[in-house]
């Protein structure tokens, strides 16, 4: 089961953080379809939000397509996203990365800006390079 951490000083809205971090589950394979959500009464007990902070949460994953409420049983995940499992090689080398990086003296938001420039930069140069190869294509093609 997963256990929401809500970051009053992140700037991110509460609800968004319980989405967010369902997401990531999702993606981790944490959750998987069938596993029930904790209900919005066990959220409010250990994270002492607001009952339809949670509701409203949960409203939003189901909009998503994400999970599903039973009525009198709970909210139940539809469906999982992406294929990053917790027990990747890939989880293991960023560890290290991270403890190297927080040894070097970087605090937490310095690693994670560090980290999502670097994420944003590949992903950009993979998605143009990718549009590059779709025009070509298209111009190979093109009997103009």
Request: net charge negative; no cysteine.
């Amino acid at each position: 089961m997963v256990e929401f951490r809500i970051d009053r000083r992140s700037g991110v809205a509460t609800y968004l953080q319980i989405v967010q971090q369902t997401q990531q589950a999702l993606r981790l394979g944490l959750l998987e379809p069938g596993d029930k959500l904790p209900t919005a009464r066990e959220v409010v007990e250990a994270t002492a939000i607001n009952p339809n902070t949670v509701l409203k949460a949960y409203r939003e994953l189901e909009r998503e397509g994400l999970v599903e409420a039973r009525r009198g049983l709970g909210t139940f995940v539809r469906k999982s996203l992406g294929s990053a499992p917790t027990d990747s090689p890939l989880r293991g080398e960023l560890s290290q990365w991270a403890a190297r990086a927080r040894a070097a003296g970087l605090e937490r938001d310095d690693v994670a800006a560090l980290f999502s420039a670097v994420l944003e930069e590949q992903f950009t140069q993979s998605e143009l390079t990718h549009s590059e190869k779709s025009e070509q294509h298209v111009t190979e093609g093109d009997p103009a």
